[in-house]
């Protein structure tokens, strides 16, 4: 598909900020949502309105099988052996709470969770949880100068026979992609679960959980160009099975008295209470709208567009990025030598620039780069050369004004 074309179904790229057209990118911290997606869930509101799995009348049918059309649906896209492996949670956060909580019974005192260096709070927190609950011990996978993790580092701690390792796919901050395949291998082969986090990953990568062999992979809908307040936890049948549930209530029960409860199958035992029917409808559409392109030529083009912004920053004088590889995905990290990244952003904004900056919830991966915070631009599926080249101009302007 014509690029401008596809862009054009965005219709939040298309706007006026300060007299200047928006140039978005922080696609990191959210993507915008394609009108289809928008479309899905007005047209469920207006027609479709009902609870799920409850009712015996139409509209509650018609609002489940669209429900777990969506499960189907993503249990393809990312081949899954069965479509009860797909939960629906609020996004990664809650999938990887679901999951920490879901072990308490699984660790015991010394035992030792592995997380990447560079993770996101949210696969960094439910963890430091779970060690408190149950007497674990946490240590983190060091990242070498490349800020990539060091592999004979990470080969000794798997020789420490970790329970648990969570690992990035890909690094919010500097976009670094994890060898996501030889890591598992590596853990798994001690008998450790697996945990991938795959928030920025899912967007833009071809995901195959059969083929990455991990227990648990997680993802946010509002990343991938669906809505705020839906994402999946993606678990082996068997692991998941093991969870002890996080939320309790509603529909994940079989049966219960006051005396006693017993839990529902997979996958409503892991989900209690009124699920987000709009949402995983959108996301349903987000998820048709990634199927209607070529993949391999966004991706390609997504590269492109990286290896292109790393340039025009690494060509601007004072400017620092960090972990900037050919191979990255989605984002760029920097920051300018003597001024504070958010004076940056303010003054990007002012020029209709979106960009994110400050420590991006991975507080532990900025402290070893020695730095207070940085300034991420992040790309999406829309992105184009245009985007990159009013950024570098505003920056260049930004410069001006600070020096
Ligand atoms: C790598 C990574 N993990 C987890 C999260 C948390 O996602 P959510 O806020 O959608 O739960 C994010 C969000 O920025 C992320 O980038």
Redesign the pocket.
Known sequence: MNHAVLRAQFPALNQILNDYPLCYLDT??TSQKPQMVIDSISHYYQFDNANVHRAAHQLSARATSQYEQVRHKLSQFINAQRHEEIIFT?????A?NTVAYGLTHQLKVGDIILIDSA??H??IVPWQQLAQRTGAIIKSIPLNGQCRIDLEQYQALIAQKPKVVAL?H???VLGTVNPVIELIAMAKAVGALTLI?G??AIAHLPVDVQQLGCDFYVF?G??MYGPTGI?VLWGDYAALDQLIPLLTGGEMIKQVSFNHTSFNQLPNRLEAGTPAIAEVIGLGSAIDFLNQQDRATCLQHEQQLINYLQQQLQAITGIELYGAHADNIGAVAFNLQGEHHQDIGILLDQQGVAIRCGHH?AMPLIESLQIKGCCRASLGIYSNQQDIDIFINALKDVIELLG
């Open positions: 990191a911290a609020q996004g990664t956060t809650h990887i993770a996101h949210a696969n990035n890909v690094s919010n986090d928030a920025q946010s509002h990343k994402g919830c």
